[in-house]
């Protein structure tokens, strides 16, 4: 009895070990050798099909696309405005400089690509007229020098006017690759509320002229710089310790600005609050 009980728990094992192994008929897991081999073959073969098709739908497209040109940007045809320093809050006391040191900083950081000294390598392009250079595969960049924002450079004034209570921004348009604007494109600023603040702008006209137009990408135009308005919020005492808003426009063009889904098409918003 106790023989047939062992016999047949080894008969048992046996059968559980053929499943994994065979050793009569050399079948693992069921299959021989070569039903394996045949079977790896199929997905190497069927994988490596798969894979040179998808390879070769990514190639097909990337044949079809510009590297300098988006294929599609009929959502970014009316650009945004943008101020620096980059805040929707400017808000510090006048007479305390470490208050204000974060707006002047970014400031001074993004006008080093603007020094007289560096510009000065780039072309002086014909005012008013857009610079077209279809053609040209490299394309030059329009000088846009530091000093003409004058009391906004930050070269007479470190502080940006922040120390007098008078503080500059500073507004650019973002990049559209292939953008030329019509009309004569200006910035224009107004406070949001009864107060009758007076704002002075460098260049005096506002104006951001056509001949930084067309930008052609980051490739072709690799130097390439973005016009920008500065614009000095001339405070009074009687303006201090109260929440300005101030509202800037793109002007005089085709593009738009009034779009209510979009806040930031052709316009931007900033509070401004000093104190002394």
Known sequence: MKEAKEGGMKEAKDSWTDVIYNRRSGEFLGRT???WGLIL???LVFYGVLAGMFSL????LLQTLDENVPRHQDRIANPG????????????NRSNAADYSQYTQQLHNLLQR???SVQGSNDLCLVGEYTEQEHTAIKKVCQFKRSILQQCSGLGDSSFGYAD???CVLIKMNRVVGLKPQGDPYIHCTAKSDAQLRIQYF???ARLDKMFFPYYGKKAHPNYVQP???????FSKQDYDAELSVECKLEGTNLRNNDERDKFMGRVSFQVKVSE
């Open 81 to 92: 405005l943008v101020i620096h320093p980059h805040t929707s809050e400017i808000i510090f």
């Open 165 to 167: 209570g008078k503080p």
């Open 33 to 35: 050798s070569s039903s």
């Open 203 to 205: 260049p005096e006209e």
């Open 228 to 234: 920008m308005v500065a614009v000095k919020l001339l």
């Open 57 to 60: 739908t990514i190639w097909v």
């Open 41 to 43: 073959l199929f997905y």
């Open 114 to 116: 603007y020094n007289d």
